[in-house]
T-cell receptor
Framework: NAGVTQTPKFRILKIGQSMTLQCTQD?????MYWYRQDPGMGLKLIYY???????DKGEVPNGYNVSRSTTEDFPLRLELAAPSQTSVYFC????????????FGEGSRLTVL | AQKITQTQPGMFVQEKEAVTLDCTYD???????LFWYKQPSSGEMIFLIY??????QNATEGRYSLNFQKARKSANLVISASQLGDSAMYFC?????????FGTGTRLTIIP
């Protein structure tokens, strides 16, 4: 029972580099989310998707892009990394929008130097 | 826009005592859901409890209960008989449609 799988778990980037955080879920969930958590803070929504082919912005989408070509996968792309993007990134999924427990991945710690 | 407020940045509680973590929310919608998540020092997010806005009874899950006061827009988490393993960050969250909004969290430390 894999649940939500994120890769990589740790990554160090140089300013201006790009990378993709991978997220896969095997629970056939329609809803998927990307959050970021800065040190000592709560989670802020970056992007979310309510199904394959449908994505929308959250609170803090600038500097990120997403795609949802399949139900299982929801990659997060960082273009031109900046030190302000140093954070822990969580992918999550749920079957239904209201009332459904959110299942989280283990997180990806990204440092931009 | 929906908003979640957790006013206690940190709490220290003696082991075996009960503890209440505060959470207030702001929404004009009638249908919404409220969650509590625990984040230990290892970093993972652990689901604790859920309350729907139309649920008449307070949700309970083992030692966790949610004190839901709809008129006051509060959804406090009560942990009975606290244990050392309860030391963690605790986040209140609300979902109105497809988005889940989190509060800033409360760091709970259980003292032996």
């Amino acid at each position: 029972n894999a649940g939500v799988t994120q890769t990589p778990k740790f990554r160090i980037l140089k300013i201006g580099q790009s990378m993709t955080l991978q997220c896969t879920q095997d629970m056939n969930h329609n809803y998927m989310y990307w959050y970021r958590q800065d040190p000592g803070m709560g989670l802020k929504l970056i992007y979310y998707s309510v199904g394959a082919g449908i994505t929308d912005k959250g609170e803090v989408p600038n500097g990120y892009n997403v795609s949802r070509s399949t139900t299982e996968d929801f990659p997060l792309r960082l273009e031109l990394a900046a030190p302000s993007q140093t954070s822990v990134y969580f992918c999550a999924s749920t079957l239904s929008g209201v009332g459904g427990e959110l299942f989280f991945g283990e997180g990806s710690r990204l440092t931009v130097l | 826009a929906q908003k979640i407020t957790q006013t206690q940045p940190g709490m220290f509680v003696q082991e075996k005592e009960a503890v209440t973590l505060d959470c207030t929310y702001d929404t004009s919608d009638q249908s919404y859901g409220l969650f509590w998540y625990k984040q230990p020092s290892s970093g993972e997010m652990i689901f604790l409890i859920y309350q729907g806005s139309y649920d008449e009874q307070n949700a309970t899950e083992g030692r966790y209960s949610l004190n839901f006061q709809k008129a006051r827009k509060s959804a406090n988490l009560v942990i009975s008989a606290s244990q050392l393993g309860d030391s963690a960050m605790y986040f209140c969250a609300m979902t109105r449609t497809e988005k889940l909004t989190f509060g800033t969290g409360t760091r709970l430390t259980i003292i032996p």
